[in-house]
């Protein structure tokens, strides 16, 4: 759906740092509105913060500075009424294994004050929505990891939230599995519900998002739509080289290329090479050279307009995998 | 507050469908309940004490002092008179050629067979009516405390015999004197035998009471609330490898971001794992009674015992909780506690074999007051009264691991 201009939550100069004074600071002054209606992505590698900072906004983790608003109530005070409007789906499975779907469903859906007719409707409605009706009463334990994944998520949609968080909700799953999963939250965003997803994958953020934020080391360090984010990037383009058994002396041989700014691996694909470079062309027969210096064989090339990965190697000089 | 009997509901659930519940929960007790209790001794009823007697007298007075010994030691299960070499219908038919019987005698009581033997010598009876020294001797195992208590009831039922005895005796002398020449056999044993049932109806008596109970203190009747608490202690504190565990997997952190707070699904975990104990413990406790452990009569009392001995382990697991970092540590943990806990605290052998230090340390554990408390009411009649004590140390002990369970648990 068409985002709206109204935020429906706003962080203010959120920060924490666990096990105080002397441990990790995980989450520094970030500040920032996601507006209701869109479907927001924290964009970032591991270890960036991404967890961190969805647990402060849930009210499972107390911040040490700042706070976060969420539907005009504050989540260091109004901790309760913070949740009656947010659903969480956690990075890891979050659910019973020894219960059936339904089980784990009917459980959840109490504890959000659900009950009788209205539990009984949400749980099928759910269990439609994530395509598990036919295996809702065997124990999770026998699903597949897509499954789980499925009803991870469901859990998180019983009490109609009218805000969703989704915590990588595609890691470690089969091609098919996360497609589903991407339209699915395509899908809630058309009934209107307003999603902070965040992932390390640039491909999801650039499919899905309205904004995105682009976190690192516990920092946001930049913020915007796709077009406005790639522009930063200036004129550089991206070149995508099929470089099968592409070694790591050759990645940073690439990487130090005049006019390069970075090299990385591509995620997914196996054996391409991203190349950032002011003008992708002119790098281009240096790249041959070193890939024919280096014993290997080029098989693809391709120029790309910059994307989102190519905005985090050019604000980091790293790749989202790294 | 619907939030916490939810959580409570659904943690026992799966608790319920955990087959090593019943494997470890109920099979396992239940088995080592009925070995130690066998090992200890049996069932109560096989703890019924026999004596022997050897009557090489086979006179009126020595047929009189069996019946009064039966008479004193059969007001109950606990012992039970074998006259060797005479078919009588006691249910123990041992026979003998009479001058072999002795050593049959002896022979049984090596094997233990028996616990004492009553010697009645030939000569017996007559020297009785003589009014000369008659002597019947007691050989016993010294063994346990139920010989002493048989010698008692012996030299009752010889001072019984003794006193008609010389009742009569005087008494045919008197008639005689006053009424002349009499069959004074006949009327000797006229007097002896009123005298004799007189006994029976005398005004005082004293019935024993406390340290002499009827009730075996081994077998079954230690096997049975020893088992039964230290499994409820494994069980419950293994609660904190529960709750480690869902931190670990997430549910925990998962339970939190809901709109319920906190304290109410913690209390709904901790009823739960309280609801699951405490229901370990009622199976527990009926597999021993149909067993033959005897719990007593006092079934509020029990059940108070219970409740107040799962609420205090309940609480040293969620105290565990926050001691253990990873769950394999807790589980770990909880199998140590509960196999160090419940021999100290008096759950494997009663605690009075203990050295009164070792019996001190004892009751630093929940086990020792719980054990205290069954067998209280076990052995000694306990009521209501008496076992207060014990049940307010058991809330005590839970209140003080509440305390340092909640104060310390980490949310985040
Ligand atoms: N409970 C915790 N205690 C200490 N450090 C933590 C804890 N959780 C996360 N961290 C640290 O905080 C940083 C951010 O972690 P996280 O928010 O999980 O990153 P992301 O979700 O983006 O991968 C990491 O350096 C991580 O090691
Ligand atoms: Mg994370």
Redesign the interface.
Known sequence: MTPTTTPIIELRGLGKQFNPPDGVIAVKDVSFSIMQGEIFSLLGPNGAGKTTTI?MI?????PTAGDVIVGGHSVTRES?AV??L?G?V???????P??SAR?NLA??G????LGGRELKRRIGEVLEFTELTDRADDPIEQYSGGMKRRVNIG?GLLHRPQVLFLDEPTVAIDPQSRRNILDAVKALNAEGITVLYTTHYMEEAQELSHRVGIIDHGQIIALGTQDELTRTVGEQDTLALKVPDATPELVSALGRLPGVSACVRADGEDGELHVLADEGRRALPDAIRLINEAGLSLQAVEVREPTLEAVFLHLTGRGLRD | M??IL??AR?DL??SL??RETFLFGLLMPGIMMLLLGVAMGGSANSATITVDVLDEDNSALSGALIAALRAELEVDDSFRLCVLGADDGDGCAVSAAPDRLEQVADKRLEDTDSFGTIRIPAGFGDALRAGEEATVTYKSSADLTAPTLAEQKIEAAVSRLSGAVAIADLTAHAAESAFGPLDRAAAFETVRARVDAAWDERPVRVRAEGTTSQVSRFGFNQSGPGIATMFVLIFTLNGAALLIYERE???L?????????RWQTLAGKILGQYVYGLSIFAVLVLAGALMGVQWGDNVAGVVLVMLTYTLAVTALGVALATVARTSAQAVNLSMLFGMTLAPLGGAWWPLEIVPPFMKAVGHLTPVAWGMDAFQEMMFYGGTLADIAPMLGVLLGMAALFFAFGLLRFRY?
């Open positions: 647990g849930s009210g499972l983790l107390a309760l949740r009656r947010i969480v956690p990075q890891e499975l979050a659910l019973y020894t219960l089980q459980f959840f109490k504890m959000y004050g859990i | 619907r939030a939810t959580v659904y659930l799966r469908k955990q997997t997430g549910t952190q998962r339970l939190f971001t809901l709109p319920v707070p985040e």
